[in-house]
């Protein structure tokens, strides 16, 4: 082993599998060994740890790791920190992250379901009325707006809309063809996601403008969102962001793209959507997961259905004791309420 034994060791975890996991979960992966890396660095340098070698970290080695991370990690992350350092230890036959998680099980990291906030209504309508104002010869300005608007309204991943082509945007019947979702190698599975009204007009000058660009460059790309750079044509999650970016200078506010899926859930719900319909169009196999990470009934709207509910029971209510008036009105005009009373 050379200088960096760390960095050598992940390299040759993440060689072993390549092609085992998605290629975007592998590059993230890889960037958090790099990161870690970082630290083991650091906290060798200043003596706290014994070896930079993941196959002779000792228990003590692993301790010190995660109490410096969880100076500044949030919980989720520690989830995933800790399996990367028990994977990358492993795979060097070195159990002492395990050893370590035994002897000491309050660094056990939780990962606790939280389901973060979406978007707000008024931010929402802040940024589609905005795409109304802009010039439709900016294509700069056009393309960001367009990318986080179809983020909203079609409930896409990032990889999704990174890798969405320009085909898979049906005008004629305004459907996104979601292909490249969530485990597509294995157990996903396409979907189709409905565009709605509000954004078309912006949607179909953004072809025009995606259009004009592919003549003037003289280049042809599949990609919806077309790459200056990249040989495959297809823009990084990095560009993506940057188009982002631009929306967010223009308001002063701040969102991210995964932020932009959660809404898309929670806008269905709060127009009464079924959650199982908001859970087929997010690409989720069951409804625990959109409730429990991405949308759910707001409290005041259930308060709202169930006052209505309440009020179709009285309603009810009301109906029958008019019916039962009106029968024991007639029975009397008859003169036949005391032989109803006496046969009773």
Same mark, same amino acid.
């Given at each position: 082993?050379?200088?960096? @034994? ?9 060689? +072993?599998?390549? #092609? ?20 083991? =660095? ?11 070698? @993941? ?34 230890? /492993? ?17 056990? @990291? ?25 010039? @439709? ?50 157990? #996903? ?9 509000? =954004? ?20 042809? +790309? ?28 223009? /308001? ?20 009464? /959507?079924?959650?199982?319909?908001? +859970? ?41 004791? #008019?019916?039962?008036? =009106? ?18």
């Amino acid at each position: 082993m050379g200088k960096y @034994p760390f960095g050598e060791y992940a390299s040759r975890y993440m060689d +072993s599998v390549r #092609g085992v996991y998605a290629e975007e979960t592998w590059k993230t992966r890889a960037r958090r060994y790099r990161r870690m890396e970082r630290r083991i =660095i650091e906290l060798k340098e200043q003596k706290r740890i014994s070896t930079m070698s @993941p196959k002779s970290m000792t228990e003590e080695d692993v301790r010190e790791y995660i109490l410096h991370c969880k100076s500044f990690l949030a919980q989720t992350d520690m989830v995933h920190e800790v399996n990367a350092l028990r994977n990358l230890l /492993l795979f060097a036959g070195n159990h002492a992250v395990d050893v370590c998680m035994n002897h000491n099980p309050g660094l056990r @990291p939780r990962n606790k379901p939280s389901r973060k906030a979406s978007m707000d209504e008024e931010t929402y309508q802040r940024i589609l009325a905005k795409s109304a104002q802009i010039d @439709p010869t900016d294509y700069p300005r056009v393309r960001a707006y367009t990318l986080v608007l179809l983020c909203l309204n079609a409930g896409t991943r990032n990889k999704e809309i990174r890798l969405a082509n320009v085909e898979d945007l049906d005008i004629a019947n305004w459907v996104l063809h979601i292909v490249h979702v969530k485990g597509e190698d294995s157990y #996903g599975q396409t979907r189709d996601v409905p565009i709605p009204p509000e =954004i078309r007009q912006l949607v179909s000058i953004f072809l025009l403008g995606r259009k004009k660009t592919m003549v003037d460059k003289n280049c042809d +790309s599949h990609a919806l969102f077309p790459s200056n750079s990249s040989p495959d044509g297809y823009c990084s999650g990095n560009t993506l962001r940057n188009y982002k970016n631009m929306v967010e200078r223009d /308001l002063g506010i701040k969102f991210d793209l995964r932020q932009c899926r959660r809404t898309f859930g929670q806008r269905y719900l709060d127009r009464d /959507l079924d959650i199982e319909s908001v +859970s087929v169009l997010m690409g989720h196999s069951t409804t625990r997961m959109t409730e429990t990470f991405y949308s759910r009934r707001r409290l005041d709207d259930a308060m709202r259905k169930a006052r209505g509910a309440w009020k179709e029971g009285e309603d009810r209510k009301e109906g029958q004791r #008019g019916r039962c008036r =009106i029968i024991h009105e007639t029975l009397v005009d008859n003169g036949l309420w005391a032989v109803f009373r006496t046969s009773g």
